[in-house]
């Protein structure tokens, strides 16, 4: 297992940015997809965005030229830099990763973090 801990969310303006983290234990994360999911009270919780092991990206469209992920393999990290936030990005933000994954399915994502909050104010 991989174990997963998010971090960075807050409270910010519309129009604003943050940069979360997502700090992985485990010795073979760098053979992992990481995903990044979203899920706002009383709904689905949603993909927004993946990458490779070997380092190709993958959004969903509410994310696509906003949004960039990453990953720095040496320090077990995948981030999500998110730009030009707006209200409906708020949500609590998950990182997981997963193996022979179809990209953006959920349940393909065998770890999961805890989540961080991310509120976006209008």
């Known amino acids: 297992q991989v174990q997963l801990v998010e971090s960075g969310g807050r409270v910010v303006q519309a129009g604003g940015s943050l940069r979360l983290s997502c700090a992985a234990s485990?010795?073979?994360?760098?053979?992992?997809?990481v995903g990044w999911f979203r899920q706002a009270p009383g709904k689905e919780r949603e993909f927004v965005a993946d990458i490779t092991s070997g380092g190709t990206t993958y959004y969903a469209d509410p994310a696509k030229g906003r949004f960039t992920i990453s990953r720095d393999n040496a320090k077990n990290t995948a981030y999500l830099q998110m730009n030009g936030l707006k209200p409906e990005d708020t949500a609590v933000y998950y990182c997981a990763v997963a193996l022979f994954r179809n990209v953006g399915t959920a349940s393909d994502y065998r770890d999961w973090g805890q989540g961080t909050q991310v509120t976006v104010s209008s």
């Open positions: 485990g010795r073979t994360f760098s053979h992992y997809a």
